[in-house]
């Protein structure tokens, strides 16, 4: 599996440690994951207009070689959702919005944008399925987890803080249910 991780030059410095971390836990998931990290200055000129929409950045091309997921990271200035932290995926690509950060502390933000990145990388690899049990969808059509762990849907709130604080200090991002599915496919 190979994950292209495309920031705006605007990220939070400390994002690439977090991005690090990311990986570490997914090599533990999966048989062989690579990865890339790289800045995208093609973003910038939009910074003039208005926040970029988010069919814009999946309509970009990415010149992948082999099977894997593109997960673009933007700043406080091409963000286009009013939270502080906000995802969204398809199947082979990831962007999440990350907005005010550093007002927060490293701390407490470095544990939420890891958690939605493999919230988001879960969506990409075709988590939480239709005939899952233990799920629920939510008012956007999404289906989510039930159990603790990264796919469930947390509110963003200091509540969800917490939680992700929880997981990225366990170690275990996924539950029993989401990794079986996982484990199936990398077989």
């Given amino acids: 599996m190979y994950i292209r991780f495309v920031l ?14 990311v990986v ?12 890339s990290i790289e800045s995208d200055e093609t973003l ?9 929409p988010v069919s814009k950045v999946f309509q970009r091309k990415a010149n992948m ?9 933007l700043s406080t200035n091409l963000i286009w959702q009013n939270r502080d932290i906000y995802g969204i995926s398809l199947p082979s690509r990831c962007v999440i919005g990350l907005r005010d950060l550093p007002k927060i502390g490293y701390k407490m933000w470095s544990s939420r944008v890891w958690e939605l990145i493999l919230h988001e990388l879960g969506h990409s690899f075709g988590l939480i399925k239709k005939y899952r049990t233990y799920s629920k969808v939510n008012n956007e059509g999404t289906r989510h987890c039930l159990n603790n762990c990264v796919m469930s849907e947390d509110s963003y709130d200091s509540v969800w803080g917490k ?12 539950c029993n249910d989401c990794l079986k599915y996982l484990l199936l496919k990398d077989a």
């Fill in 8 to 21: 705006d030059p605007f990220v939070p410095h400390g994002i690439t440690k977090v991005i690090r971390r």
């Fill in 24 to 35: 570490s836990d997914l090599k533990r998931i999966f048989k062989e994951v690579t990865y």
């Fill in 44 to 52: 910038v000129p939009l910074l003039k207009r208005d926040p970029l």
């Fill in 65 to 73: 070689t082999c099977r894997g997921v593109v997960v673009y990271i």
């Fill in 163 to 174: 939680r992700a604080n929880m997981r990225f200090l366990s170690r275990k991002p996924y």
